[in-house]
Every structure is written in C-alpha cells, then in structure tokens.
C-alpha cells in the first residue's frame, strides 16, 4: 500500500509540474501582449514552409526505396490527409502512409489519433486495437540543420484488427527536431519557440503496415521502424 501511495504521490506531483509549466507559459508569453495590446495566440508568428506542408496533402512524399502505388486527398474525420499506398522496390512488402499537415498558423494537434480510429471503424466496420506499446527510434538530422546530432522519434506502435484484414500501426506527430505522440510535447516546444518568434511545424505520421491476421506485432517492428525512419529523414529534409 506504501508502494502504491508513493507512486501516487509521484503522478501528482508530475501533473503539478506539467501544470505550473503551462501556466508560466501563458504567463510570460501573454504578459508582453497584454501590455502592448498583441495578443499572441491572436497573431501567432508565421510558420516555416507552411506552403509547401499544405502541399503534402495534395501530393503526398516520395520515399527512397519506396514506391507510390497510389496517392489521394481524403477527409480522415474532419480533416483532410494524404493516403498513399505503398510497395518497397524488390520486395513483396506494402503500406499505407496517412499524412495530415500543418494547414496554418493556429492550426495545432488535438484529435488525429482519435480521427484515424473513427475513419478505420467506418472503412472496415471494424477497428480493434490490441497489443499497444510505445516504440523509439532515432534519425540523422539532415546537414542543413547545422546539428551532428541525431534526432529522436518516439510514436505509438499496435495492432489493428478490422473484419477483412490485421495490420500494424505506428504513429507519431512529426517536427523538425523528432518526433512524440503527444500533442503535449508539440504545445511546449511551439510555445517555446514563439518566444523567439519561430514555429514548431508539425505533420501527423500514421504508417499502416499489413500483417499476419491475429499476429503478434512484434513480427513487423523491424519493418515499421524502417519506415517510420524513412519518413521522418524525409520529412526533416524536405519540407521542415
């Protein structure tokens, strides 16, 4: 019972510190805009490339070694994404790459996760999620950074039950810096960054790999890590 008390006693005061650091946030970030009358989050700054981020939408990415067998603009809940399909050059191996970009500057990340469950319930009558674990990998940051340092992705990595096939799912939002599931991680560093009037561009990643109907996930992470890598080298390089 001691055990279980301090472990509470832990997720409290983590809370507590999320908390107090959101409301610095707001503090020092609205202070400088109430007092010249500029509100902020009224007119956030700018968001790098934010043109070309709207275009991925229409276009999709292209990715070494892989191949676009087919590439649309499609309402996922109520937003708009690209869905590619996919073949890796020499093997038998495909996926279905779900792109949802930064559409402007107060656009943030809230629901996708919850968007992308929704529309798999109605594409397939069913959508059932079992076997979830968070999943990490790293990635080098392109040279244009200037940074000989890697970056880390952390995501959401499952599967995926509907009535005519399994998949495997990995899933993370997208930054130039790496990558988390959590809407959180992005709001921090945004807020972060508008400190010195910059952005933090996000693109909501679900990769959607076909699997053994009812097998187990781990099956396929060697391939997913592949991928997910491969999209988010792509996606710092170009458009980040």
Do not use: C
């Amino acid at each position: 019972m001691n055990r279980l008390s301090k472990v509470f006693k832990q997720k409290q005061l983590a809370h507590v510190a999320v908390l107090f650091l959101l409301l610095l946030l707001l503090v020092i970030g609205g202070v400088p805009g109430y007092m010249t009358g500029s509100w902020q989050w009224k007119q956030p700054p700018p968001v790098p490339n934010l043109t070309a981020l709207r275009e991925i939408r229409k276009t999709g990415i292209t990715l070494p070694n892989w191949q676009t067998v087919e590439q649309a603009e499609q309402f996922v809940g109520t937003s708009r994404w690209s869905l590619q399909v996919l073949k890796q050059e020499g093997t038998q191996n495909q996926a279905i790459l779900l792109l949802h970009p930064q559409n402007g500057p107060r656009d943030q990340p809230e629901v996708e996760w919850t968007d992308i469950n929704s529309w798999g319930k109605t594409r397939w009558q069913r959508w059932d999620i079992a076997q979830y674990r968070s999943a990490e990998f790293t990635v080098n940051r392109p040279p244009k950074s200037g940074l000989n340092t890697q970056a880390k992705v952390k995501a959401r990595f499952f599967r995926v039950s509907t009535q005519q096939e399994t998949f495997a799912v990995l899933q993370w939002y997208a930054t130039p810096n790496g990558g988390h599931p959590s809407p959180l991680r992005w709001f921090i560093a945004d807020q972060l960054a508008q400190w010195q009037k910059n952005r933090v561009p996000w693109v909501s990643v679900s990769i959607m790999i076909p699997m053994e109907p009812f097998g187990q996930v781990e099956t396929t992470w060697a391939l997913a890590q592949s991928i997910g890598e491969t999209v988010q080298t792509t996606l710092m390089a170009s458009p980040f």
